[in-house]
DNA sequence: TACTTTCGTGTAATCGATTACATAAAAGTT
DNA sequence: AACTTTTATGTAATCGATTACACGAAAGTA
């Protein structure tokens, strides 16, 4: 019942060899006209499919392409993945997803299951920069599969990334926060050792200087990216001697947790308190008092990330090319944080 | 540089043939014990790493199995695939994500594209019911590939399918809505040719007839599931000779689009009109007026499937297997149909 | 001692497709 | 006619692992 058509059954039935068969099917110059209609139209009827394993073998690529991402169930994960399987489907690239979870085992884990298969290339976002065991990532590197990073990336050479410039979102937002008049803006803080988080930080306190504002370093709080986290992390704040009239927080889950509590607590948004968030969830722009928050363009990011493999891919025996592309932040301003007119 | 080690390399090495060290690698009992030490011991030290594509195309497993979902920047699609991945991850299997976008020429272009990649089995949620090529799910079935549903089912033999009970799902919503004294409730519905549908409308219609109440057709409106959607819907029920006064929406996003026009208006919910939803996506709860919404656990509903293909991939050859799972949906009261407490 | 088992390993086929090389037939050239 | 070139196809190796079968050596049995 499931027999399996391979090139030599077809070959069989036409008299003539598997690699005839072979040549016709892929439009070798070589072959006769009347031959190579004569074998598509028996492959035809004999409903043949190609099996791409053995295709996979002898050519050593799968075809396929491994993403490795915290957790899928996240929109801004599942929004990369989309754009990078949007971009990759017409070139007959098949996407293979892997979850870490945030642990450094499964990354490395994922790692060298993902090199096992074949796969093509790589496109993930780090889990934990501080993961000292580089073997995962230099086995990769050493077998010359492409390996592209976004958002969260690691420096390693030879790796390209494509990131947003969270510097430049942590400073547009912040700089509108104090264009809304807020005079003493906290910030929620992620990870340190990531990058993004860093970025952010950094952006927030320059916006800050440039402005002709001190920077405290008590306003500053490190959260983990939920709702509880944030109104735990606000009841702090306003705890202080001289509490913040506005909050940047890299997180929209944490941001959602202090508007809870300061709701909580009647102080009034935007009135008394600003609020802008980071991600650009899609709640936030659901809430009644809709979020304020940057975009991350996680569906551009995802293309572009195919896109870097697929210039990768081909060259990756000539010279390492590293691109690092770096995309624009979008801050997408809402009731939260405006002040002026909505 | 980078050397792909293989067991002919090791057997070189080693003097021996790749036979055995094949078998001492698969722990073959014939195998003597020094000789197995001292191939393991080489083939570490020699960075050996099996090749899954010989592998595959020697056993005809690739160990891959293929999800096919409309998208997957979805809650719930990117839930569901995460139980997936995480039940089968142990299982050695590594998931591979397509998209149909609601197209049904995707939908079998997919399957074909899985089916020649070899994969071992194919979980998905069909597009479109009213699709009438069932060749490609034909072609699934007939080369012995595990299929199987979630959510959005189709009626074809031997397939097996993990859904909720959508009926039980729009009955008890509209009971509690009648429970929190609605006495005119309206519904949106979906694609009617969609069981999930279908199914949520009839668990609907006969709640109301339990209990005593009305059906009528004008209270019904089929919308598409977004917000903008749910405004005009709303918008036309209101204008109406007798309005509703309440409203089960079988999308989150029209619920939410019925409760920004309600609020416009100044119609006081849950006071003067109740809603509840469906699929409790994340925004439902975080809403500062929360939103009632049916759950449909896409985290088990993913690891249930995920079982249900382990059951059938070894047992493939013997009877066919049609398992029908039906997960118990789970209401979440919140305040847009709250009452009495909250 | 002669014969039978058991043990450990080698030989070679297999999975399905591609392709360098060989070769026979056809066509072109002088 | 003799020779060269072109065309179309066949032969066989290859990708890397598994495994049925074969076989020599060691061990056990009478």
Not at 80 to 93: A, F, K, Q, S, T
Not at 239 to 263: H, N, R, V, Y
């Amino acid at each position: 019942m499931s027999e399996k058509i391979t090139i030599y059954d077809i070959a069989e039935k036409l008299n003539i060899t598997a690699a005839t068969v072979s040549r016709a099917l892929n439009n070798n110059p070589k072959i006769k006209e009347s031959t190579r209609e004569l074998v598509l139209k028996t492959a035809a009827s004999m409903n043949y499919k190609q099996n791409k394993l053995a295709l996979a073998l002898k050519s050593g690529r799968s075809n396929n392409i491994g993403v490795i991402v915290p957790r899928i169930d996240s929109n801004f994960f599942a929004s990369v993945i989309r754009g990078i399987e949007e971009e990759l489907h017409p070139h007959g690239y098949q996407v293979i997803i892997c979850q870490t979870h945030e642990d450094p085992k499964r990354e490395n884990e994922n790692l060298y299951t993902l090199i096992d298969a074949q796969v093509d290339g790589i496109i993930m976002s780090v889990t934990d920069v501080t993961n000292e065991n580089d073997g995962a990532f230099h086995n990769v590197l050493q077998k010359n599969v492409p390996l592209i990073f976004f958002d969260r990336s690691k420096h390693i050479e030879g790796v390209s990334s494509v990131t947003i410039n969270d510097f430049k979102g942590g400073y547009i937002t912040t700089k509108h926060l104090i264009d809304e008049g807020c005079r003493s803006i906290a910030h929620f803080s992620g990870d340190q050792s990531l990058e993004i988080f860093k970025n952010r930080f950094l952006g927030y306190k320059q916006a800050l200087l440039d402005n002709g504002m001190t920077f405290k370093e008590e306003y500053v709080i490190r959260t983990k990216s939920s709702v509880d986290a944030g109104k735990e992390a606000i009841d702090t704040l306003l705890k202080l001697e001289t509490p913040p009239d506005a909050l940047f927080s890299s997180s929209d889950f944490a941001a959602l947790g202090a508007i809870q509590e300061l709701k909580e607590r009647n102080i009034s948004i935007p009135n008394e308190f600003c609020v802008a968030g980071f991600s650009n969830e899609p709640f936030t722009k659901f809430m009644e008092l809709s979020i304020t928050s940057v975009d991350q363009s996680p569906l551009e990011m995802g293309k572009m990330s195919a896109r870097v493999f697929l210039e990768q891919v081909d060259k990756t025996n000539t010279i390492k090319i590293e691109k690092k592309v770096v995309l624009a932040p979008e801050l997408h301003i809402r009731k939260s944080s405006s002040r002026t007119n909505f």
